[in-house]
Structure formats: structure tokens, C-alpha cells
């Protein structure tokens, strides 16, 4: 018997380090697949695994289903789960227990097997685990849970008022099953004032809530359901009304969710309540054009429940806020759920069973269209040729089915029953189901040609869904099947080979594809959509653009184009492109005061943050050229009241501020034109007294290759031209500021007479300075009338490529260099000067005698070459900067590459005969006894 047991191990073992080894989706972590793979949320992390034979018991088990084998599979804790998957089969018993259910956990006598343990829960069901394994290992799973159940016990509150919102136990309550007194009927969708639709008769409603009753009974239900075989039959045959909401959020997961933030959504609604946005103003658009068919939402009742929800979701994921087909997902989820269940089952599809699909760029419904067409291809070749032959554009077809999951396509009757699926086992269905549309109308589909009438097959094709597949079928049996249940057979039998793993192989093949062309459209649109500006070029835009993207972190994925940039972000991007803005890891508070400046005036909308739109607006004043309009839009940044005047502090800001922004100048380790000018000069001047003192001269100007400058000197004229002009400024701006109430200046002057002499300086008398007034001081000061006109704006390199950054770094040495290596332009400079002392010798010798008048006359011509040179300066003071290759790549369309064609011969045999409706109905419809079921195996 040891041996057997050994041997049993031993197969577990090897069957679940096959299951540990499945490989990861790529983007996500071994975590963040597991949550999804199990529909937990977000966070959960695997504390503790081990292999683990099952029993689970209940009062209402048969003994037959006691005597049942053990399922063996793998057991894994998280921080709020027990989590069990059959090694073999986890449609044979799975499970997601949630640890607040635990009301009792008692460890078990056991000869063969490490450790057994007894857990029971609030529903009455006994789960007994034996671990598999060595001890050790089984003793560590077992603290591991006492330790888990010990810290969620504060949780444990949380569960009474849940279950008061659980359909499932108020059903068991009311038959004297459950123990837990529900006070009152649960809240339910707007089918309990509207009417559910369908007629319930006809989708046997009291059946199949039967057949539920009896599984919660046995297997458990919300929060500790097991999950058999009955229970995937059931989802199948459809969902009955009442408990189709409370099973939809189960299957996907947002239960949990609603757990754990039981408040969140009363409270979202309550804190942005009567507040406005481009989003709600979206949604105000679409409420009365959602499920117009269903009477609910030609009520105010109706209208607004979709429109807090939709609301509520807005605020809550502002970077999506509120997208196309959103409206009619959240109106079909009302129908079966309360405002909270649909709350958070929105939540979960947009984030995580159909990402994407729900955003500014519709990304993942574009990606899926494409992988639709790659399975068409794949699964109907001679469909697919027949379609890229007439050019009809098969999205155009499938695209609604796939963004509003069926409900704006089919009747809702029908669609619902997709959804029952999809909610189980995610978006595969949506690609089963659309595959089966195509294939059953195939015959159909093979004559059209063109977009016109393919659509209008599909579309009679939906009519008719609940007539019969088989109307002249001499068996009553086969004439009962009708076109729907025939198109669930094809999906779920024909296409079950259509699985996660399949399309997420198709979503990695596409993606780059979709992603390049989505992004290049995102960004030739909102480029397009940017306010003017008349200082930056198109071709520097789209280096702002890419800049901005990459700074806030930002993917196509969920929506170009609302992404905000934080005052982080803005000064990460700032110190790209400035050579005054430091990194934040070489900057201190005192050098944010400025960059708050700006990013507080660039703020449009008061909202903390600045939008692509901002940003370019502000850069676009940054950066003006004309002198005196970039002076008016520095004044206007310490104009906080619009009123024309800036205050004493704020002067002294000002002057702050200025000492800042002129950083790079004061330290001496960047250049402005005047330090260049006078650089040139000494060079120039250095040049010609080398060739003036040569012997022959033929009238080659030779360069030195190195000479010998006073580096010291240049730095420091430098630094102390920028100190100087602050002092001057701070002196000159209260000297000429204006009182803010003249009259009792002079009152107050007269009477005390202790008061400065510079009255503006006194803190008691308040004054103001206007713009007229700003723009002479400015203008008085040779530097800051240079940092206005040209200096500030070309420290700002707007169209820094984004994989580099601005070189702020260039001191005095490199500029001597520079000047030595362009020969050229010192030596035209000191031709011209040596031009001027020949030709003014000529003039003295022939005209002027040696006397007081020749010195006159003489210094009056070197003021002349003087002059003469200043008006020259700007024929070679030009520093020349070689333009950037301006043709970036925005990505060219890839070609797709098709897969191999199969031979003639396969695909005609392929489409012979699309499917053999009796034979295909005669192995896969059953009935349930008593209840007259239809249920189709897969």
C-alpha cells in the first residue's frame, strides 16, 4: 500500500511542476498571471503552495457523490484565498476560497498523509485537505494558513453585510438552508421593475433556478463556491435572471472587488458629486441612446442609474474616463446587477478581460480585429481569399460584435447568453462565437462581394436566430434545435480550439503592427488639435510630443491624449531641454520656486497638472522671439491678480527668480553673446599683432595653434556682468515703482521723518510696478536686455532628440577652440582690421602733418574703424548651427506576412460542406431529466 501511495506522490508531483511550469504571458509577472488565471485581484501573491488530494462534504451531499474519488491537483494560499485546481482536468473540481468564509479549521488524524486539516466554512461545506508531500513542506503550508486566517481577521467584518447583497444566500435562506439571516431581498437590475427579457416560460427561468438551488446546496455559493462539472453545464444552458448578475461577477471576479471596498462606490459618487468634466459631458450624449429597445432606459430610473455608474467609473479611472460602446456594456450589466456590481464589473473588463477595448484608441479591439482576420485565415482560407479578393472589409463586420460583446448586434435574449460564457472564460469567446457566425453562413457569405451585402446576410442572419436550424428535419427532436443553439455548438465545439493561449500567440504577432499605426494616428491627430504656435516649428512639436510621453509614462494602450503631466514630470522634462533647470537629483527647493512659476501660470484649468496642450502653450511664450513681448510674458507670471501691477514681494521674486534662470551665465560655464564678443575680439586682436610683427607678409593671415588667453578674466567680467545686472535691477525696480496710494505716501513722508530716503523700500508704504515700468528696467541693462532678446530662449533646445540631453557644459577653453579651429572667420575678422590700419596710414601719410591737429585727426580715424567694425560684427557674429535631420521615422506601416497557403485541394474540401447540422445536433444535444434542458457538451 506504501508503494501505491509513493507512486501516487510521485505522479502528483511531476502533474503539478508541469502546471508550475506553464509559461507566463509575456507583460505580466508570475503574480499578475496567476491573479488572472484564477480571477483574483490584483496584489494577491502566492504565500504557500502544496499538492493536496480534496474531499469537499456537505449536509445536502448524496452519498453516491461521497463515495466519489478524492480530485488530486495543487493548493495554494494567498493573503485572502485558498486556492484548488485539479492536476488533471480543473473543469473535474476547482475552487476559490476566500478566507473570510473560514469559520473553523481543525487538524486531522491521518496514516497516509503528511498532514490533513478540515476547514469549515460559512456555507456548511466541509473542505478536507490532505497535503501530499514531504512533512516539512506540509507542516509549513499549515502554519502558513493559521497565520493568513489570523491577520484576515479584521476582514471578517466585512462579510455579514456582503452576503446581506448575495442573491444566492437569500435564496438558501428563505428554503431554511443557509443559516444566515438575510433582512431583506437583496438589491437586484432593472429587470425586477422592467421585466427581464425573454420570456421567462420559454427560457424555463424556474428550472434552471432549481438546478442552482440544488448546487448551492451541495457545492457552495458566492464567496466558497466549488466549481464541478454541473456548474460549467449549467453556465451553458444559461443563466437564470435573478441570479445572472451575482454570477457574471463571480465567473469574472468583481466580486472579490466588492468585498474589499464595500463603500468605494457611494463615495466616489458622493465626493464629485454636481461636478463636471469633458466626460461627463460624454455621457450626458449617450444615456438616452443606449439599449433604446429596453423599456428601462426610456425612464428616469434607468437613465439614471446608467448614468451614476458611468459617472462613478469616470472619476474613478480618469485616464479613461468615459469611451464609445461604454454605455451600452454598463446598460446591459444594469439589467442583472445592482449599480455596485456594475460598478465594479466595469471595472474589471476594462482592466483586465478586455484591455483596451474601452479607451481613447480602442487599441485592444483594433489588435483583436486583426487577430480575428489572422483566424479567419487560418480556419476558413477559402472564405478569407474569397473576402481580400473583393476587398470587403471584414472589420467593418466584426468590429460592433467585438466592442459592445454582441448586445448591439443580436437580440439581447441571445446576447446574453454569450455574455454568460464570456464571463467565464474571457474574451476567447468572443472570437468562438464570431468564427461561428461566419461559418455557418459560409455558403452564404461565398457569393457577395462586397461590404453591403456580407453586412446584410449577418444582419438577417441575427433575426432569425430563434428560428428552428432544421425546419425540415422528419425528426421533431432536430426541427426543436434552433439557429442559436446551432451557432453556441459550432463556437463552443468546432472552435474550442480557439483558446488564450492561441490568440495571445496572434495579439504578440500583431501588436507592433497595431501599436505603431495607432500611435502614429493618436499623434498626427493631436498634433493637429494643439493650439498655435507661431514659435515652434511642426517638426519640433513632434519631438515635444514623444518627450512628453515618455516623461509622464504614458501607453496608447489606455488613451493618448488625456495624460497629465505632475510638476515631477514637468521638471524632469524642463531640465531635457534647459540649461538653467538641474536634474531633481542635483537640485534643492530654492531651485524649484521658478519652475513653479511657470508650471502654476501654464495651468489652464487649475488642476494640478499640465495637458500636452498646456505644455506646448507655455514653451511657445518661453520661447518668443520679439523682445518686448517675451518682457510682457515674464511680467505676467508674477501678475497673479491680472491687474497689470506686481507687488513688493513680488519684485522681490523677480529678482530671485533672475538669478536663477541666469545660473548658467553667473557661474561662468555657458557663454552669452557679449562674453563671445569679447572673446573674439582678444583672439582677433592677439592674431593680428602675431602677423602685424612678420617680416613678409603676403597676405596669408597664419592662425596660432594655440594662444595664450586669460581665461580668469573672461569668467569673471562674466560673473560679475550677471551679479552686477541683479543688484542693478533689485536698486532700479524700487527706485521707479510706483506707490500704491500715492497721497498717503506723501502724508506719511511728511510726518515721519525717520523714514529712508528710498521710500520704496520702506515696508510700510506699499508699491507696485506696471509693465511700462518693468520693460525700462529691463531694457536699461545691456545683460537682461540680452537675455530677453535672445539669450533665455536659446538656452531652451525644444527639439532635443529624445534619447539626448542638452549640454549645458561649455566653457571658456572650448569656446577658444572653437574659435581657433574656424580659421575662416578669424582670420576675415583681422583682414578687415588690418585692411582699416593700412588704408588709414595711407590717408595720414598723404593728408595730415605731424601736429596736434594729425593726433586728432588720427584718433578720429581709429573711432571710425571702430564703428566701422561694429556695423561689420553682424556679418560674421553669426554663430552658425548645422540643422538636424528632420525626418523622423512616425513608423511605416509593416507588412503583414502571410502564413502558408494550404493546397487547392484542402480548401475546397474545407468549404464542401461547411457542417452537417443533423450529425453534429445528434451527438451533442442532451436534456436534463425532469426539466426538459437542452445542455450541449464541449
Known amino acids: 500500500m506504501a508503494f501505491f501511495d509513493s507512486l501516487r506522490e510521485k505522479a502528483v508531483s511531476t502533474i503539478n511542476s508541469v502546471l508550475q511550469d506553464k509559461k507566463t504571458p509575456p507583460g505580466l509577472t508570475k503574480e499578475q498571471w496567476f491573479c488572472r488565471e484564477y480571477s483574483l485581484p490584483d496584489g494577491e501573491v502566492v504565500v504557500a503552495e502544496n499538492a493536496a488530494e480534496v474531499a469537499v462534504i456537505s449536509d445536502f451531499s448524496t452519498s453516491a457523490y461521497k463515495d466519489l474519488n478524492n480530485p488530486e491537483g495543487r493548493i495554494y494560499l494567498t493573503q485572502h484565498f485558498i486556492v484548488f485546481r485539479d492536476a488533471f482536468d480543473r473543469r473535474n473540481c476547482s475552487f476559490t476560497l476566500h478566507v473570510s468564509t473560514v469559520k473553523k479549521v481543525e487538524r486531522l488524524p491521518s496514516k497516509s498523509y503528511a498532514v490533513a486539516l478540515a476547514i469549515g466554512t460559512q456555507s456548511k461545506l466541509t473542505f478536507t485537505i490532505y497535503l501530499v508531500g514531504l512533512r516539512s513542506d506540509s507542516e509549513k503550508f499549515a502554519q502558513t494558513?493559521?497565520?493568513?486566517?489570523?491577520?484576515?481577521?479584521?476582514?471578517?467584518?466585512?462579510?455579514?453585510p456582503f452576503v446581506q447583497t448575495c442573491y444566492s444566500e437569500?435564496?438558501?435562506?428563505?428554503?431554511?438552508?443557509?443559516?444566515?439571516?438575510i433582512e431583506s431581498v437583496p438589491p437586484g437590475g432593472l429587470g425586477l421593475l422592467f421585466?427581464?427579457?425573454?420570456?421567462?416560460?420559454?427560457?424555463?427561468?424556474?428550472?434552471?433556478?432549481?438546478?442552482?438551488?440544488?448546487?448551492?446546496?451541495?457545492?457552495?455559493?458566492?464567496?466558497?463556491?466549488?466549481?464541478?462539472?454541473?456548474?460549467?453545464?449549467?453556465?451553458?444552458?444559461?443563466?437564470?435572471?435573478?441570479?445572472?448578475?451575482?454570477?457574471?461577477?463571480?465567473?469574472?471576479?468583481?466580486?472579490?472587488?466588492?468585498?474589499?471596498?464595500?463603500?468605494?462606490?457611494?463615495?466616489?459618487?458622493?465626493?464629485?458629486?454636481?461636478?463636471?468634466?469633458?466626460?461627463?459631458?460624454?455621457?450626458e450624449k449617450d444615456l438616452n441612446r443606449s439599449l433604446p429597445e429596453y423599456a428601462a432606459y426610456q425612464s428616469p430610473e434607468g437613465i439614471e442609474r446608467l448614468r451614476r455608474v458611468l459617472t462613478a467609473y469616470s472619476w474613478k479611472n480618469p485616464e479613461v474616463g468615459y469611451c464609445q460602446a461604454m454605455n451600452i456594456v454598463v446598460a446591459a450589466l444594469l439589467i442583472y446587477m445592482s449599480e455596485e456590481q456594475a460598478f465594479w464589473a466595469l471595472n474589471l473588463l476594462c482592466d483586465r478581460i478586455v484591455p483596451g477595448y474601452y479607451s481613447k484608441t480602442m487599441y485592444g479591439t483594433l489588435l483583436d480585429q486583426r487577430v480575428f482576420e489572422s483566424l479567419v485565415q487560418n480556419t476558413m482560407p477559402m472564405?478569407?481569399?474569397?473576402?481580400?479578393?473583393?476587398?470587403?472589409?471584414?472589420?467593418?463586420?466584426?468590429?460592433?460584435?467585438?466592442?459592445?460583446?454582441?448586445l448591439s448586434s443580436m437580440p439581447l435574449v441571445f446576447a446574453f447568453r454569450i455574455l454568460d460564457v464570456f464571463f467565464l472564460q474571457g474574451p476567447q469567446t468572443l472570437f468562438q462565437v464570431a468564427l461561428a457566425i461566419l461559418k455557418i453562413n459560409g455558403e452564404e457569405l461565398l457569393k457577395t462581394d462586397d461590404d453591403g451585402s456580407f453586412i446584410s446576410i449577418i444582419k438577417d442572419y441575427f433575426q432569425v436566430l430563434d428560428q428552428s436550424a432544421h425546419p425540415s428535419s422528419p425528426n421533431p427532436k432536430y426541427r426543436s434545435i434552433t439557429k442559436f443553439q446551432e451557432l453556441l455548438v459550432t463556437a463552443f465545439k468546432e472552435f474550442a480550439i480557439v483558446d488564450d493561449e492561441m490568440i495571445n500567440t496572434h495579439r504578440n504577432?500583431?501588436?507592433?503592427?497595431?501599436?505603431?499605426?495607432?500611435?502614429?494616428?493618436?499623434?498626427?491627430?493631436?498634433?493637429?488639435?494643439?493650439?498655435?504656435?507661431?514659435?515652434?516649428?511642426?517638426?519640433?512639436?513632434?519631438?515635444?510630443?514623444?518627450?512628453?510621453?515618455?516623461?509622464?509614462?504614458?501607453?496608447?494602450?489606455?488613451?493618448?491624449g488625456s495624460s497629465l503631466m505632475d510638476f515631477n514630470a514637468f521638471r524632469t522634462f524642463m531640465s531635457e531641454i534647459c540649461r538653467w533647470v538641474k536634474p531633481e537629483s542635483d537640485s534643492g527647493p530654492e531651485d524649484t520656486v521658478f519652475l513653479h512659476h511657470l508650471f502654476s501660470n501654464w495651468d489652464t484649468e487649475g488642476q494640478r497638472a499640465l495637458s500636452l496642450s498646456d505644455l506646448v502653450s507655455g514653451l511657445n511664450k518661453l520661447v518668443e522671439p520679439d523682445l518686448m513681448t517675451m518682457i510682457t510674458n515674464f511680467f505676467d507670471l508674477y501678475d497673479y491678480k491680472n491687474k497689470g501691477k506686481i507687488d513688493r514681494e513680488g519684485i522681490l521674486q523677480i529678482s530671485e527668480d533672475l538669478l536663477y534662470v541666469t545660473n548658467p551665465w553667473k557661474e561662468g560655464y555657458v557663454l552669452d553673446d557679449i562674453t563671445k564678443q569679447a572673446i573674439e575680439n582678444a583672439v582677433a586682436d592677439e592674431v593680428y599683432k602675431a602677423n602685424a610683427a612678420r617680416e613678409s607678409n603676403d597676405g596669408e593671415i597664419l592662425i596660432p595653434s594655440q594662444m595664450d588667453i586669460d581665461k580668469p578674466k573672461f569668467e569673471g567680467l562674466q560673473v560679475e556682468r550677471y551679479l552686477q545686472a541683479a543688484s542693478t535691477f533689485i536698486q532700479r525696480a524700487f527706485e521707479y515703482a510706483q506707490p500704491e496710494e500715492e497721497e498717503l505716501l506723501i502724508k506719511d513722508l511728511a510726518i515721519d521723518n525717520t523714514i529712508s530716503h528710498n521710500a520704496a523700500l520702506n515696508p510700510n508704504t506699499p508699491v507696485f510696478l506696471n509693465l511700462p515700468t518693468f520693460r525700462m528696467v529691463i531694457l536699461a541693462d545691456e545683460t537682461y536686455e540680452l537675455l530677453f532678446s535672445k539669450t533665455l530662449r536659446e538656452s531652451i533646445q525644444l527639439d532635443t532628440p529624445l534619447d539626448n540631453k542638452i549640454n549645458s557644459m561649455r566653457n571658456l577653453r572650448d569656446m577658444f577652440d572653437g574659435l581657433l579651429a574656424d580659421g575662416r572667420k578669424v582670420a576675415n575678422k583681422v583682414r578687415r582690421r588690418m585692411d582699416s590700419a593700412a588704408s588709414n596710414a595711407l590717408h595720414s601719410n598723404n593728408n595730415l602733418s605731424v601736429n596736434s591737429s594729425d593726433n586728432t585727426s588720427l584718433k578720429s580715424g581709429k573711432s571710425k574703424i571702430q564703428e566701422e567694425e561694429e556695423e561689420r560684427d553682424d556679418d560674421f557674429g553669426v554663430i552658425s548651427i548645422d540643422e538636424k535631420d528632420k525626418d523622423l521615422l512616425l513608423g511605416a506601416e509593416a507588412q503583414?506576412?502571410?502564413?502558408?497557403?494550404?493546397?487547392?485541394?484542402?480548401?475546397?474540401?474545407?468549404?464542401?460542406?461547411?457542417?452537417?447540422?443533423?450529425?453534429?445536433?445528434?451527438?451533442?444535444?442532451?436534456?436534463?431529466?425532469?426539466?426538459?434542458l437542452i445542455e450541449f457538451e464541449t
Not at 145 to 160: A, D, E, H, M, S
Open 509 to 560: 504577432k500583431h501588436r507592433d503592427t497595431i501599436f505603431q499605426n495607432i500611435s502614429s494616428f493618436v499623434k498626427r491627430t493631436e498634433l493637429r488639435n494643439l493650439p498655435k504656435t507661431v514659435n515652434i516649428s511642426s517638426d519640433t512639436l513632434s519631438v515635444i510630443y514623444d518627450r512628453f510621453y515618455s516623461v509622464v509614462q504614458s501607453s496608447v494602450t489606455v488613451g493618448s
Open 896 to 932: 503583414v506576412l502571410m502564413d502558408p497557403t494550404v493546397d487547392n485541394a484542402s480548401r475546397t474540401n474545407e468549404l464542401k460542406k461547411f457542417h452537417d447540422a443533423e450529425a453534429a445536433a445528434g451527438k451533442t444535444v442532451h436534456k436534463f431529466e425532469g426539466d426538459n
Open 383 to 406: 472564405l478569407w481569399d474569397h473576402i481580400t479578393k473583393n476587398d470587403i472589409q471584414l472589420s467593418v463586420v466584426s468590429l460592433p460584435w467585438f466592442l459592445s460583446l454582441y
Open 170 to 181: 437569500y435564496l438558501l435562506f428563505k428554503n431554511n438552508i443557509s443559516s444566515e439571516k
Open 195 to 283: 421585466k427581464f427579457p425573454g420570456n421567462p416560460k420559454e427560457l424555463r427561468d424556474k428550472s434552471k433556478m432549481k438546478l442552482w438551488f440544488d448546487l448551492f446546496r451541495v457545492d457552495g455559493r458566492n464567496l466558497s463556491l466549488v466549481k464541478t462539472p454541473m456548474f460549467y453545464r449549467l453556465i451553458r444552458v444559461g443563466l437564470p435572471n435573478r441570479l445572472r448578475g451575482e454570477l457574471w461577477e463571480l465567473c469574472c471576479g468583481s466580486m472579490y472587488l466588492r468585498l474589499d471596498y464595500q463603500d468605494e462606490y457611494k463615495e466616489i459618487l458622493e465626493k464629485n458629486l454636481h461636478k463636471k468634466s469633458l466626460a461627463t459631458d460624454e455621457i
Open 145 to 160: 494558513l493559521k497565520t493568513v486566517l489570523k491577520r484576515n481577521l479584521p476582514n471578517v467584518k466585512k462579510l455579514q
